[in-house]
């Protein structure tokens, strides 16, 4: 029935003409309900990553998981396709404000004034800051405007600019600070990477290779400076991932000697010693260099976690510990097939009988969309920074490996991080 041009919705007699009057429902819009929609998003949201945990329920995780997901496909059909297309053409710029924010710490100068500030007294504290050349106010003032479209700051009143829930994440002090990975990751040296993916899609090598012709860890050892970007990016993953894996693997609570093979600075293997209050004895195995610098990381930790450090090279030979749970943590996905299994190989010569060997890595084929497509960003950054023999694989990938190499009982636990955990024990009597 149409009256006045318009269609009437004839809800009489209907169950939801008994719980609402007829006079509003004919006034329910479709934006209502998105709007409805949006706003319940919005709330989820905010509950499942609240403080002090970061960390939401599983059914609050799958939930929301599932929200988000609508919401993107449903923007995907609303939002012109030439936008969508001009918007990603120039995304890095977006990460390029992200970066140079974080680079010029103006999060940790809002944090520690606790207080909006205009562009000119940011000028002034950063020029403070930094001691070098004073950087252009004009440029700052554009960069700090666009950075509040972003998301990355808001815009006060009087036109001053403070911290939004975002950027609390790039404050050094902050318990599970992204300042280094956004430092990594949207620095510099990581756009010059990216780049040379355009020559990569020819030669098949990596960015990395492409623009310092030596993949990354030949270089890591030569340069210093870049090698305690790397390793202080790589950190703040850790710490950030977990908290979700440690919860999502009770059996961690069983372990008494914990070995981290590759552990980097030792972030992880710290996080899993302090949520257990030290009661597990942990060792950190890795690349001499790589050892040098955990030692001043884990110097500055005065929670008396109690980390063993050991240096040397999986590829050749691992050391006979005490320990009787193994820990994969971002290792073999960075190795061919035939490196994956020489690497286990070498793990089942030192464990025991009822050791267990946890393989923890991105998992490809076991999330929604959005974090798969946050996987495919992973295996483009893999493909600038790693060899090209570096890949991100499925479950039964894994599983092949591990038994190729002597483990056995292989099963997955999924983990709120994005990360799956494989667990195997090895065939020994």
């Not at 609240?50 to 939930?63: E, H, K, V």
Request: glycine share 6%; aromatic share 10%; hydrophobic share 40%.
């Amino acid at each position: 029935m149409i009256a006045n041009g318009k269609p009437k919705v004839n809800v009489e007699g209907g169950k939801l003409a008994k719980k609402f009057p007829k006079n509003i429902l004919s006034k329910i819009k479709t934006w209502h309900i998105f709007l409805s929609l949006g706003l319940f998003s919005v709330v989820l949201g905010y509950i499942s990553v609240a403080p002090p945990t970061d960390l939401p329920s599983w059914p609050l995780y799958r939930l929301n998981s599932k929200v988000w997901q609508s919401f993107e496909n449903w923007g995907k059909h609303v939002k012109p396709y030439h936008i969508r297309v001009m918007t990603t053409a120039v995304q890095h710029l977006e990460s390029r404000a992200l970066y140079m924010i974080t680079y010029l710490n103006v999060p940790d100068i809002l944090h520690r004034v606790e207080k909006p500030l205009s562009c000119e007294e940011l000028k002034e504290l950063v020029d403070q800051e930094s001691g070098l050349e004073p950087i252009s106010l004009p440029f700052l003032c554009r960069i700090l405007h666009a950075a509040s479209h972003f998301d990355i700051l808001q815009e006060a009143h009087e036109h001053k600019y403070d911290l939004t829930p975002l950027s609390q994440y790039l404050v050094a002090s902050h318990p599970r600070s992204l300042k280094h990975y956004v430092l990594l990751y949207a620095g510099d040296e990581s756009l010059v990477i990216s780049t040379a993916l355009s020559r990569s899609l020819y030669s098949g090598l990596s960015g990395f290779k492409e623009t310092y012709r030596k993949e990354l860890l030949p270089q890591l050892k030569e340069d210093p400076v870049f090698r305690e970007i790397y390793d202080r990016g790589l950190g703040d993953s850790s710490r950030l991932h977990a908290p979700a894996i440690i919860a999502d693997y009770p059996p961690f609570s069983s372990c008494k000697h914990i070995c981290d093979i590759g552990g980097g600075m030792g972030s992880f293997l710290h996080e899993v010693l302090t949520y257990y209050a030290h009661g597990i004895e942990g060792t950190n195995f890795d690349l001499p260099d790589v050892i040098t610098n955990a030692k001043g990381f884990l110097k500055g930790k005065a929670d008396g976690a109690k980390i063993n450090l050991i240096a040397g090279n999986f590829t050749k030979q691992l050391p006979k510990t005490s320990c009787d749970c193994f820990i994969l943590k971002d290792i073999l996905q960075n190795w061919s097939d035939e490196d994956a299994a020489l690497i286990l190989s070498n793990l089942y010569g030192v464990v025991n009988k009822g050791n267990r060997v946890l393989v923890i890595e991105t998992i490809l084929h076991t999330g929604s969309f959005s974090e798969e497509r946050l996987k495919s960003l992973m295996d483009l950054t893999m493909m600038a920074f790693n060899p090209s023999h570096s890949r991100l694989r499925t479950e039964e990938e894994i599983y092949f490996l591990l038994e190729q190499s002597g483990f056995v009982e292989a099963q997955t636990y999924p983990t709120r991080a994005g990360y799956s955990i494989v667990e195997a024990f090895p065939t020994k009597s």
